[in-house]
């Protein structure tokens, strides 16, 4: 599996730059470019920072491709979205969901 790949499509996805990851994840620029520039794979630690700024977990990043077919789309397009909430718009969304469950 390609992560730096996957870290790209994410970014392409939400027409982040690696600056703009660098801002959403925490992670320090120069870390974020020095992975690109010599096609390493990053730490857990720096993946899980990654991951959290795309609004996902370690484990959706890893599964992507093994989701149903008919659930993959519709969820990428959630989570692309998701990403660019402020956080809080993505507390009125949990909300939102939570609300939704219990009826």
């Not at 620029?29 to 899980?48: A, Y």
């Not at 402020?86 to 969304?93: S, W």
Request: glycine content about 4%; hydrophobic content about 45%; overall charge neutral.
């Amino acid at each position: 599996m390609d992560v730096l790949a996957l870290i790209k499509a994410h970014m392409l996805a939400r027409g982040w730059s690696e600056y703009k990851l660098a801002q959403k994840s925490g992670v320090a620029q120069s870390t974020i470019n020095s992975l690109f520039r010599k096609n390493n794979n990053p730490s857990i630690s720096t993946l899980e920072s990654i991951c959290a700024a795309f609004g996902i977990t370690l484990s959706q990043f890893f599964a992507q491709g093994e989701q149903p077919e008919a659930a993959q789309p519709a969820a990428q397009v959630f989570l692309q979205e998701w990403a660019k909430l402020p956080d809080e718009k993505q507390q009125v969304v949990i909300q939102l969901v939570h609300f939704l469950a219990e009826k």
